[in-house]
């Protein structure tokens, strides 16, 4: 399973752009996924999740900005961001919890992470 992400790019503040993360391989499904950041000299954070049945989690410091959503059909998440601000320079990963296989009754998991793609916001 891979998990591609693209979008990233400069953009000036007050601008926006839009994150896509694809998931690629062999799984059955894919349960939460999610969209974390990390800036230079600080640690990796989470920036929004989004469950399989849709129920989205937006951390604060974005709320209202970014907004996560999926496509299923097409096994990929989005972050949409937008009145983005030098602050939100960062690295962007997403994350995936693949069900890769069954056991039994029990749902085999693997969680996985994309490449990253670097968003800058800068005038």
């Known amino acids: 399973v891979q998990l591609q992400a693209s979008g990233g790019g400069t953009v000036q503040p007050g601008g926006s752009l839009r994150l896509s993360c694809t998931a690629s391989g062999s799984f059955m499904s894919l349960n939460t996924m999610t969209w974390h950041r990390q800036s230079p000299g600080k640690d990796r954070e989470l920036v929004a999740s989004?469950?399989?049945?849709?129920?989205?989690n937006v951390r604060g410091f974005v709320l209202g900005r970014f907004t996560i959503s999926r496509d299923d059909a097409k096994s990929t998440v989005y972050l949409q961001m937008s009145s983005l601000q030098p602050e939100d320079t960062a690295v962007y990963y997403c994350?995936?919890?693949?069900?890769?296989?069954?056991?039994?009754?029990?749902?085999?998991?693997?969680?996985?992470w994309g490449q990253g793609t670097l968003v800058t916001v800068s005038s």
């Open positions: 989004i469950t399989r049945e849709g129920s989205t």
């Open positions: 994350n995936a919890d693949v069900v890769v296989g069954h056991k039994g009754w029990t749902r085999i998991e693997r969680t996985y």
